[in-house]
């Protein structure tokens, strides 16, 4: 069974940083694409970053390029996302996900989340 626990979501000012991690079991994460997804009241749940098993390669959303940073350790089976330069708009509950595969967007479970809130 796989299980995704996040963790680091908190209530910071506009400008500042916040790093996540999502940890994993039940899966063989080192295999795994993961990735972070947000969801803001009213709106769709949006893919934000992915990496692949082995962190060659990366996906972020426009809106946060240059901003946020994805990376995995796999010897710990945790996923990052380092956040800085935040803005009231990535006020969200962010997600952990994966998918199965070295590099896929077909991702299949979710994490509970942890909410993100950034004040103006």
């Known amino acids: 069974q796989v299980q995704l626990v996040e963790s680091g979501g908190e209530l910071v000012q506009a400008g500042g940083s916040l790093r996540l991690s999502c940890t994993a079991s039940g899966h063989t994460f080192s295999s795994s694409t993961m990735g972070w997804f947000r969801q803001a009241p009213g709106k769709e749940r949006e893919l934000v970053a992915g990496?692949?098993?082995?962190?060659?390669?990366?996906y972020y959303r426009d809106s946060v390029k240059g901003r946020f940073t994805i990376s995995r350790d796999n010897a710990k089976n945790t996923v990052y996302l380092q956040m800085n330069s935040l803005k009231p708009e990535d006020t969200a509950v962010y997600y952990c996900?994966?998918?199965?595969?070295?590099?896929?967007?077909?991702?299949?479970?979710w994490g509970q989340g942890t909410q993100v809130t950034v004040s103006s």
């Open positions: 996900a994966t998918a199965p595969g070295a590099w896929s967007f077909t991702y299949q479970y």
């Open positions: 990496i692949s098993w082995s962190g060659t390669s990366t």
